[in-house]
């Protein structure tokens, strides 16, 4: 970051599948991130915190690996109708909302809400829910 202006490390341009030439090769967006990041790393950049929305962090594969693969922490958003399947016996416990305070990039603050869901034990992989209502769990704030 310069003054306050956040500038990208790397970037390549998306093609879909339908726009390309006939000597280029097809890589989905999830496959070019994940290469970015091994680039990066390649070229020395260390990483305390890899953020991504709810398409990385659904993928299931590729971006996900690389992350797991480099031992890198991350949090990857998921939307609500996202499905984890469990085994039978085991059982999802909510633990209690706790409050905090969001801070934005100018400064300015709001309060959030955060608890965290166990799908049977806790593991390395955890989930949150985060919202600004706990009562109402409004959809576009939750």
């Known amino acids: 970051m310069v003054d306050n202006i ?3 490390l790397l970037f390549q341009v998306y093609k879909p599948k339908e726009r390309l030439k006939p000597d280029e090769v097809y890589r989905s967006k999830l496959e070019m991130v994940a290469q970015m990041i091994l680039d990066l790393r390649g070229m020395g950049f260390q990483f305390r915190l890899v953020l991504a929305d709810s398409l990385y962090g659904e993928s299931g594969c590729g971006f996900i690996d690389v992350l797991y693969q480099l031992k890198l922490e991350f949090v990857a958003a998921i939307r609500t109708n996202y499905a984890v399947w469990l085994p039978r016996e085991q059982t999802v416990r909510l633990n209690r909302w706790r409050k905090f305070e969001r801070v934005f990039s100018d400064g300015k603050t709001e309060t959030r809400y955060i608890r965290e869901i166990i799908d049977g034990k806790r593991r390395a992989k955890q989930y ?3 919202t600004t209502d706990p009562q109402t769990l409004p ?3 939750t």
């Open 6 to 8: 956040t500038l990208p």
């Open 128 to 130: 949150w829910e985060l």
């Open 139 to 141: 959809k576009n704030a």
